[in-house]
């Protein structure tokens, strides 16, 4: 294991993700959460650049889980820093489906 316990990624930049939510603020807000649990040494937050995933942003990785989430709202960031990123259980209504392809994702062929 790296120095982190889990390491979290918010796209902050590309075409899409900064325009469809606060992405900055989801940073921010995710920090602030694991610090006021008292997780700052176990908890890594950064700000990322494009996950080349465009359209199903807001997006956000964890590590070493290798869970990605799609679509993010400010009212589901709670639910990931409590549910995921503090208690180890994924979002599961979160969790991105690479099935689905977007303007840098293409499926892959059977």
């Not at 796209?11 to 602030?32: A, I, N, W």
């Not at 700000?47 to 590590?63: D, E, L, T």
Request: glycine share 12%; charged share 20%; proline share 6%.
């Amino acid at each position: 294991m790296g120095q982190y316990r889990c390491h979290v990624f918010v796209c902050t930049s590309g075409d899409t993700c900064p325009q469809q939510g606060d992405v900055e603020k989801y940073v921010k807000t995710l920090r602030t959460g694991a610090s006021t649990a008292g997780k700052d040494a176990e908890v890594r937050v950064n700000k990322a650049g494009c996950f080349s995933q465009c359209g199903h942003g807001p997006m956000i990785v964890v590590y070493p889980d290798n869970v990605w989430y799609a679509g993010v709202k400010e009212s589901d960031l709670r639910e990931i820093l409590n549910s995921h990123i503090l208690g180890g259980k994924p979002v599961q209504r979160l969790i991105y489906d690479p099935g689905v392809p977007g303007a840098n994702k293409v499926r892959a062929a059977p």
